[in-house]
């Protein structure tokens, strides 16, 4: 009679081996995958960047490009505020100034940024033949009568003062210092330039796009 063989389980030596090097295979998978995360993650928060970049220069130089008045920041001067108007000239200085063109529609357009780092976007479209351009300051978060407020950038994608490459140090505009907008009077007249950083914080980097460009506008007697 052949008496049968009884199957030989795992020793528990062998046992831990196994989960040991399971462990190690798990651990590795989640390393590649956490690098992997971090790398589309950073990739997502330079888009949203550069999202937010284009949004707000494209609207800057389509307004300072078909300006023909601004009254901030004055020439030679800067400041955190943007304001202008298109199809209406400041002179004759007495009367207000005078209306271009009844064939075009007036605008204002005042770009600002508040102590949060938001940057607004104030404009008005006024009917042909209609509109002056307002003298009286308009505030941050705050619309022109009749007229209509963006905000550029939300969230943790906000206007900053440019520093460098991760740190603090402050890189300053033509006019020597920090401000958003600047008319030196180096330039001609009609050109500003503008100067932030677009910058967008989490708990585990700082993804930052630098902004320095100018705007030419159409008429240089601004």
Same mark, same amino acid.
Do not use: K, W
């Given at each position: 009679?052949?008496?049968?063989?009884?199957? =030989?389980?795992?020793?528990?030596?062998?046992?831990?081996?196994?989960? %040991?090097?399971?462990?190690?295979?798990? %651990?590795?998978?989640?390393?590649?995958?956490?690098?992997?995360?971090?790398?589309?993650?950073?990739?997502?928060?330079?888009?949203?960047?550069?999202?937010?970049?284009?949004?707000?220069?494209?609207?800057?130089?389509?307004?300072?490009?078909?300006?023909?008045?601004?009254?901030?920041?004055?020439?030679?001067?800067?400041?955190?505020?943007?304001?202008?108007?298109?199809?209406?000239?400041?002179?004759?200085?007495?009367?207000?100034?005078? =209306?271009?063109? !009844?064939?075009?529609?007036?605008?204002?357009? !005042?770009?600002?940024?508040?102590?949060?780092?938001?940057?607004?976007?104030?404009?008005?479209?006024?009917?042909?033949?209609?509109?002056?351009?307002?003298?009286?300051?308009?505030?941050?978060?705050?619309?022109?009568?009749?007229?209509?407020?963006?905000?550029?950038?939300?969230?943790?994608?906000?206007?900053? =003062?440019?520093?460098?490459?991760?740190?603090?140090?402050?890189? !300053?505009?033509?006019?020597?210092?920090?401000?958003?907008?600047?008319?030196?009077?180096?330039?001609?007249? !009609?050109?500003?330039?503008?100067?932030?950083?677009? +910058?967008?914080?989490?708990?585990?980097?700082?993804?930052?796009? +630098?902004?320095?460009?100018?705007?030419?506008?159409? +008429?240089?007697?601004?």
């Amino acid at each position: 009679m052949t008496r049968g063989r009884v199957a =030989r389980g795992f020793s528990l030596v062998e046992l831990l081996i196994a989960v %040991m090097l399971g462990s190690m295979l798990m %651990m590795g998978l989640g390393s590649i995958f956490a690098t992997t995360f971090r790398a589309q993650s950073g990739e997502f928060r330079r888009e949203i960047n550069q999202d937010s970049v284009l949004a707000g220069y494209r609207s800057i130089t389509r307004d300072v490009g078909n300006a023909t008045s601004m009254s901030l920041p004055a020439f030679g001067g800067s400041g955190d505020t943007l304001r202008g108007c298109t199809n209406y000239t400041v002179f004759p200085a007495a009367s207000g100034g005078l =209306r271009i063109s !009844n064939a075009v529609a007036v605008r204002h357009f !005042n770009y600002c940024v508040n102590a949060a780092g938001i940057m607004f976007f104030t404009f008005r479209d006024f009917a042909l033949g209609t509109g002056t351009c307002p003298a009286a300051a308009v505030a941050c978060n705050a619309t022109y009568p009749g007229g209509t407020m963006i905000q550029i950038g939300r969230g943790l994608a906000r206007a900053e =003062r440019v520093t460098g490459p991760g740190t603090s140090v402050p890189i !300053n505009n033509e006019c020597g210092n920090q401000n958003y907008f600047c008319r030196s009077a180096a330039r001609p007249r !009609n050109v500003v330039q503008i100067h932030f950083q677009v +910058d967008r914080s989490t708990a585990a980097s700082i993804v930052s796009t +630098d902004v320095t460009m100018d705007a030419a506008a159409n +008429d240089q007697s601004l």
